[in-house]
């Protein structure tokens, strides 16, 4: 059920049987020329789409700003930053606890709001109530390894395509990521803000912008190639993610909340 669709009183009878609340969290970022800069709420949207059509939680509207500061450069990525989105998150979810919510799924859209998202979650555990981290991407590829991937890849290409096709730019899925070593020839690029010195991985966090010339760094182009992607793997993708949270759901829910320390 979505909550915005709802009245007070409906709330208040929900809240008489369960507590639990599912929140989607996006961004606005650029995924490269092909894909839209939606697509990290896009995609978790439809998932909580399929999840609404087979199951009574409620579900609150999506947060459509996230933390991605690596991405801000390219035109249209807007980044509230981890501070950013730790209040704002932090200030919605204290506002369901205090109408009597304990369990809280995130339907997370984005890898950089993990660090918010865990630390609201930690808040949260400290008040007695349970956070759910729900990494879509992630969790597709431990359901199917075959749907694996990362940003702009195949795997996110399919997701969009499942909401809908048209805001797939086909011109570009040939294109490459554009890689390139921006730090130094010794230190080439690795995956997302890593850069690789004697086969291990350093972080040197930078605007991605320096690192490929179109901001979409799967580093899998030969594992997850965009071009591979179909409407058909999308849709069956979403709907399995959407099937294992409603399974999952009715597990966490019944879970015993945290004594508060
Ligand atoms: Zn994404």
């Known amino acids: 059920m ?8 409906q709330v208040e009878n929900y809240l008489k049987e369960k507590d639990t609340i599912i929140i989607p969290v996006g961004s606005l970022e650029n995924h490269g020329k092909h ?24 579900i609150a509207p999506a947060i459509n700003y996230g933390a991605t500061d690596d991405l801000v450069g390219f035109p249209g990525t807007i980044s509230i930053g981890t501070e950013g989105l730790i209040q704002l998150l ?16 995130i339907l997370n859209g984005h890898g950089g709001n993990s660090a918010a998202i ?23 590829g431990q359901i199917n390894p075959a749907w694996a991937g990362g940003h702009g890849g195949g795997e996110e290409t399919a997701g969009v395509m499942a909401v809908n096709p048209d805001l797939i730019k086909t011109e570009y899925l040939e294109l490459g990521e554009g890689i390139q070593n921006d730090v130094s020839e010794e230190l080439p690029s690795g995956a ?6 004697k086969n291990v991985n350093v972080v040197i966090p930078r605007e ?20 591979k992607a179909t409407a058909e793997w999308g849709k069956e993708m979403l709907e399995t993610v959407a099937d294992y949270i409603v399974d999952f759901e009715k597990v966490f829910s019944k879970t015993k909340l945290p004594e508060k320390p």
């Open 90 to 105: 932090k200030s919605i979810c204290d506002q369901f606890y205090h109408y009597g919510f304990r369990h809280f799924m």
């Open 35 to 58: 894909m839209p800069l939606g697509t990290d709420t896009l995609i978790p949207d439809k998932i909580a789409s399929y999840i609404n059509s087979r199951s009574d939680v409620l």
């Open 192 to 197: 997302w803000t890593n850069v690789v010195y």
């Open 2 to 9: 979505y909550l915005s669709e709802m009245n007070y009183l």
């Open 118 to 140: 865990n630390t609201v979650g930690m808040h949260l555990y400290r008040k007695g109530a349970y956070l759910a981290v729900l990494n879509w991407w992630l969790m597709a």
């Open 208 to 227: 991605i912008r320096s690192i490929t010339d179109n901001g979409w760094l799967s580093h899998s182009f030969k594992n997850d190639p965009p071009t």
